[in-house]
């Protein structure tokens, strides 16, 4: 299995609360990608990483932010959660964007009251 | 942008019968094609990938896929399905972006 690790695996927070969500990775890839994923929506891309500091937006990136300030650290922010972003957290890890298979992490299950 | 479409959230199938689960594609490039498996509370792990070349794609425990550029289509199939194969099934297309774009999922589901 490819070295990811998320943590942490479960929360439960406060409407209002910043919260972060951690993804390491041992492999040494390029690409880092945060999914969320909901009933009835398949995964959907909240915001990605192409190195150090490189970050771009996904389909669903209102609410959130990331950061990348090593290879194998990249962090996904809720700056104020909402009931809305109750939903497992997804990261995923490429060594090219296209044609290289992603490997993903076991998850953040993350609810909002 | 790139969609997919995967016809039927939930497909159930006999123990030993076959398995089809179907997934549509629009895409202005050549696509870059892939199905993964989720079994429950964990991550996906990769089936199979179409990227060039040979057009019907082995994977692993059994399940293979045929890119058909003129339907669109990246159907995956399984001979005989076993109750180990119970879970939910993405389809994705990558063009020449930085970017996955996943379907909705299909659950299957082994009767025995």
């Known amino acids: 299995d490819a070295g990811i690790t998320q943590s942490p695996r479960h929360k439960v927070t406060e409407t209002g609360t910043p919260v972060t969500l951690r993804c390491h990775q041992t492999e040494n890839h390029r690409y880092m990608y945060w999914y969320r994923q909901d009933p009835g929506h398949g995964l959907r891309l909240i915001h990605y990483?192409?190195?150090?500091?490189?970050?771009d937006k996904g389909e669903v990136s209102d609410g959130y932010s990331v950061s990348r300030s090593k290879t194998e650290d990249f962090l996904l922010t809720l700056e104020s959660a909402t009931s809305s972003q109750t939903s497992v957290y997804f990261c995923?890890?490429?060594?090219?964007?296209?044609?290289?298979?992603?490997?993903f992490g076991p998850g953040t299950r993350l609810t909002v009251l | 942008a790139q969609s997919v479409t995967q016809l039927g959230s939930h497909v159930s199938v006999s123990e030993g019968a076959l398995v089809l689960l179907r997934c549509n594609y629009s895409s202005s490039v050549p696509p870059y094609l892939f199905w993964y498996v989720q079994y429950p509370n964990q991550g996906l792990q990769l089936l199979l990938k179409?990227?060039?070349?040979?057009?019907l794609v082995k994977g692993i425990n059994g399940f293979e896929a045929e890119f058909k550029k003129s339907e669109t289509s990246f159907h995956l199939t399984k001979p005989s399905a076993h109750m180990s194969d119970a879970a939910e099934y993405f389809c994705?297309?990558?063009?020449?972006?930085?970017?996955?774009?996943f379907g909705t999922g299909t659950s299957l589901t082994v009767i025995p």
């Open positions: 994705a297309v990558s063009d020449s972006g930085n970017q996955f774009y």
């Open positions: 179409y990227t060039t070349g040979a057009t």
């Open positions: 995923a890890i490429s060594e090219d964007s296209t044609y290289n298979e992603q490997f």
């Open positions: 990483s192409y190195g150090v500091k490189d970050t």
